[in-house]
């Protein structure tokens, strides 16, 4: 009464006052349990890229690190030929660039099949977005991503590229040929690179475009990790590509003093003379660390912390500023939590400028080095092996940090013998100049990344290594929203620590024909070490391209790899996870050297035993054939088999071994031992029948249509789904209930004991009959002696079975009208016998030819279980199977690369000069240095400097006062920021030797 008294006392302003502290308070307290509650970290699952090397092409992060360590140069004399075409596209004139580090792949050729597009689209697409879906399906194989799991997922695109050289300089000079060509847009529009990834791969995450100038590719891998911590995505990839496709930048960034006259990048070097431009794109595939560990992937790296800002008005446009990047380095060290004495090393922005260079170092002496720590940090920068890419240079310092982490060994920074001299290398920094292990005394290990964009764009992301993981326990069948799921684990090859949990990910997902009684989703008890096959036991290789000769293309790589005598059966289960192309080989082997042979035998035209080739006509699944055992036949060596090819089997498929152990309980009689009689056989036969049809279903494996006759038919309506799997044992324990003694007469069902009539009372029969629940079939079924098949909705099925029960156990095969009259195309046998072989032997002796295409026998008498995984691979290249790999380790590394089959495109080439060519006189004469330049830095004057002045009689003109128009704008713009810039290059010298001076008072 009393409270209730004082609420109506108060006023409507007190009460909102109220409600605003108590929503106050409960914001507070979730924001509180936020900040308390642990960061998600970031892994790295995936790293690839294409980058120059001396010469060729580093594919992959640790190609690319190898040459890195051994301290390859990539800058090399421009060919002959792309200078003339610059030549050429310049309107004749000289183009500045001599020397670049630039990829030896042809720009203008692209594996367009591969990637879904037609020539005519394919041509008018920037060459930096056919790089990038290379890379993008290269870092996903890196990651060994289950490609037929990642359609749909919410999987994030994160991707930019470098300039705007192909639209600029080849389609819009094509003129009439592309100007009414709707790919000319969807081609180059800067938003299709990331969504042309999403498209290919069917990826429904976020798709963003990422530009901000050189520090791309690092932004690019931060928004990607943010997004990945907000939820919006649960994969993630980013990067970026760079590609010299046209002079106009080279001209550009020449007029600005930017570029290095020999082309190569001196970062720190006390001869810093500007940047050497180079090609190349990086792609990383990013996931949640607990996730990551969780699902068993294989973490290259971890993102501790990251941080974005931009200089502001700290700076010139072009010019960095060292306490917006000191800024920075320290919002990713806090994000991180951890003290900035625990990085060792940061690999640099280092564009090789007399001005950027020492402003990034003095930032790095004041995060990094005025803190106690082990030993001097260390810095170094990729540029000085492949100069600077651009939009990729992060992308390629992100891949040079991942191989020093997981290597513990440093790369050199190259081109510095003399360091600068306006770097205080006193206060607590170090250049890597020669390759050397990861210093000792800092635990983990821990590194960091700086990358600067010209327009002011600041990146800082702080990287350690992979944690370790025991992968002594894997648990067995996992439970996922699609149904169970295989534990596939990732390794590397060279002893690197490998993860060890199954991968939700990476696994194969039951279809819609397993229900509870295959397998009980609960069940998540089994442990075991590595469910991989027994040793000397058969695998599947599996390989596809999208063109005959990218698949010889491919076994022939197949073949230089198997020629190292790998791990055949870590081989053979990675395979199964790369995408499916149009042409397909597979090959059933017990190790590399019988793979070997088989792909061999491939190459020079000629059959080999268990290996196949074909393409997908149609995608119906085959037909599901349930038998019945012939009882005399079953003799004592015929059922060892039996038992060995179920424990082959059970090994090979955990999922399978659980499901059969289960419904083998099921049946008192054989819980005690082998089969004792046909009723235990039968019995036998039932349950492996359920578990192989369950175990098709986990790997997506659905029949169009099921057919059964005698003893079979139960197996297979359960599988069809009329009834579960309890009740067809139990029909078939009452259907074999009889007298013991045999009479091998069986025309009349009341005079084979075998056969439920011989009772004389089938009453109790029909009341059992009467009671059961009976479901609706999912699948057609065709049962023996009809021409059309049942969809169940017209059966009484107690009265189907009361039929059934009064017939003899093992009915007459042949003649069968169905075969006939069905279209079978397609039959998957599920028993050890091979009915369905002879019976299309048969037809194939009478008629000249089979009704069915193809009979695949789940067993056979001599290698039972090599012919079971030999009909899932013959399936599979005809477009109607699964990959059906065991379950086990994977590793990126056994396998070859993708192999990219690249034709050259029609690319437009230009027809008509640009408006302004004939107009805009300019031509390339010796100069002074300008001034501030991209990437973080000024450029000092060089006496070799080449700078766009205007031609003596364009300058008279401009004077002129009777000239107008935009060419002589033009021309006074040019000679105008040329002044400009050498004017605040005497500000920027005055500023550091004021610097310098500051810094030695203070000493």
Request: net charge neutral; charged share 20%.
């Amino acid at each position: 009464m009393e409270k209730t008294t004082r609420e109506n006392a108060q006023t409507p302003r007190e009460r909102e006052l109220i409600e605003a502290l108590s929503k106050a308070r409960s914001i507070i307290a979730r924001l509180t349990e936020e900040a308390q509650r642990p960061k998600e970290k970031i892994a790295v699952i995936g790293a690839s890229g294409l980058f120059p090397a001396g010469g060729t092409d580093a594919r992959g992060w640790e190609s690319f690190f190898d040459s890195l360590m051994d301290g390859v140069q990539s800058v090399l004399d421009i060919p002959e030929g792309r200078a003339r075409h610059w030549q050429r596209l310049n309107h004749g004139s000289t183009i500045p660039l001599k020397r670049a580090a630039l990829l030896t792949r042809d720009m203008h050729s692209a594996d367009i099949s591969r990637f879904g597009l037609t020539p005519a689209e394919g041509r008018l697409i920037d060459p930096h977005t056919h790089l990038s879906l290379e890379v993008v399906l290269d870092a996903f194989d890196n990651a060994a991503v289950d490609f037929s799991k990642l359609a749909g997922s919410d999987t994030g695109v994160f991707f930019g590229r470098g300039g705007l050289d192909f639209i600029l300089e080849r389609v819009y000079p094509a003129g009439p040929e592309v100007d009414d060509d709707p790919f000319t847009l969807t081609g180059n529009l800067e938003s299709s690179l990331s969504g042309r990834v999403s498209r290919h791969f069917d990826l429904r995450g976020p798709s963003v475009f990422v530009d901000t100038a050189c520090s791309t590719s690092l932004v690019a891998v931060i928004l990607a990790a943010r997004s990945l911590a907000v939820g919006d995505c649960d994969l993630a990839v980013a990067g970026a590509a760079n590609l010299l496709i046209g002079p106009r930048p080279s001209v550009w960034l020449s007029a600005m003093g930017a570029l290095s006259p020999d082309g190569r990048t001196k970062a720190f070097a006390d001869q810093a003379d500007g940047f050497g431009r180079g090609e190349g794109a990086a792609a990383v595939v990013l996931k949640r660390l607990s996730e990551a560990q969780r699902d068993g992937d294989r973490i290259l790296a971890v993102i501790e912390g990251a941080a974005i800002s931009a200089n502001g008005g700290l700076s010139a446009f072009t010019v960095t500023s060292a306490s917006a990047q000191e800024a920075v380095m320290r919002k990713a060290i806090n994000e991180a939590a951890i003290d900035p004495s625990q990085v060792a090393y940061v690999e640099t922005h280092g564009t090789g400028t007399a001005v950027g260079d020492p402003i990034e170092a003095e930032a790095l002496i004041s995060v990094y080095g005025t803190v106690p720590r082990p030993s001097e940090l260390l810095i170094g920068s990729v540029k000085s092996n492949i100069g600077h890419l651009e939009a990729a240079a992060g992308g390629a310092s992100l891949l040079k940090v991942i191989g020093a982490l997981r290597r513990g060994q440093i790369p050199p920074s190259l081109l510095a013998e003399t360091k600068s001299r306006l770097i205080d290398w006193s206060a607590g920094i170090s250049l890597v100049q020669s390759p050397r292990p990861w210093p000792n005394g800092y635990g983990r290990r821990v590194a960091g990344i700086s990358s600067f964009g010209i327009t002011g764009a600041l990146a800082h992301l702080i990287l350690s290594q992979a944690p370790a993981q025991a992968p002594a326990k894997v648990p067995g069948l996992a439970q996922s929203k699609k149904g169970p799921t295989y534990p596939i684990r990732v390794v590397s090859l060279g002893g690197e620590t490998p993860p060890g949990r199954p991968a939700t990910g990476s696994s194969h997902t039951a279809s819609s024909l397993t229900n509870s009684d295959y397998a009980d989703p609960s069940r998540t008890d089994s442990n075991y070490a590595d469910p991989s096959l027994e040793e000397g036991q058969a695998h599947n290789l599996y390989l596809s391209a999208f063109s005959p000769q990218a698949l010889k293309a491919t076994a022939a790589g197949y073949v230089d790899r198997l020629k190292e005598a790998p791990d055949f059966a870590l081989m053979a289960r990675t395979s199964a996870l790369r995408p499916d192309g149009p042409y397909r080989l597979a090959l059933t082997a017990d190790d590399s050297l019988e793979a070997l042979e088989a792909l061999r035998a491939f190459l020079a035209g000629s059959p080999a035993p268990f290996l196949t080739a074909g393409q997908p006509k149609d995608w119906t699944g085959p037909i599901f054939s349930f038998g019945c055992p012939e009882f005399p036949s079953h003799n004592g060596p015929e059922i060892t088999n039996l038992l060995v090819f179920f424990r082959s089997l059970g090994v090979a498929f955990p999922f399978y071994g659980e499901t059969f152990a289960r419904l083998l309980a099921l049946w008192p009689e054989l819980a005690s031992g082998p089969p004792k009689g046909p009723r235990d056989i039968a019995a036998l036969h039932l349950i492996h029948q359920l578990s192989l049809s369950a175990l098709l279903g986990t790997f997506g494996l659905e029949p169009s249509a099921i057919m059964g006759f005698g003893l079979g038919e139960a197996a297979a309506l359960a599988a069809a789904g009329l009834f579960g799997s309890e009740t067809a044992l139990k029909l078939l324990h009452i259907r074999t209930a009889s007298p013991s003694r045999h009479d091998p007469s069986r025309g009349d069902p009341s005079r084979d004991p075998h056969s439920l009539a011989a009772t004389k009372d089938l009453s109790p029969f029909r009341d059992y009959l009467s009671k059961l629940s009976w479901g609706r079939l999912k699948k057609p079924y065709l049962p023996p002696g009809h021409n059309l098949y049942l969809d169940g909705s017209v059966v009484s099925w107690p009265d189907y079975f009361l039929d059934w029960a009064q017939k003899p156990l093992t009915a007459s095969l042949t003649p069968w009208p169905n075969v006939r009259a069905q279209p079978v195309r397609k039959v998957l046998e599920m028993g050890p016998h091979g009915q369905w072989v002879h019976i299309a032997e048969t037809e194939a002796a009478e008629n000249g030819n089979s009704p069915m295409r193809d009979v695949f026998p789940t067993q056979a008498p001599d290698q039972a279980f090599k012919t079971f995984l030999f009909s899932l691979a013959r399936l599979w290249t005809l477009g109607s199977g699964p990959k059906a790999n065991p379950v086990g380790t994977v590793c990126p590394e056994a396998l070859p690369r993708i192999h990219f089959d690249r034709r050259e495109l029609d690319f437009p080439w230009p027809s008509r000069e640009p408006e302004l060519s004939r107009e805009l006189s300019l031509s390339l004469e010796p100069g002074p240095s300008p001034g501030p330049g991209p990437g973080g830095g000024s450029f000092p004057a060089r006496p070799n400097d080449r700078l766009i002045t205007p031609r003596p009689e364009a300058a008279k003109t401009a004077e002129s006062p009777q000239s107008s128009g935009h060419v002589d704008q033009a021309e006074a713009a040019v000679a105008l920021g040329a002044l400009q810039y050498r004017s605040f290059l005497e500000v920027c010298r005055a500023q550091m030797a004021s610097l310098v001076r500051d810094r030695g008072k203070k000493e």
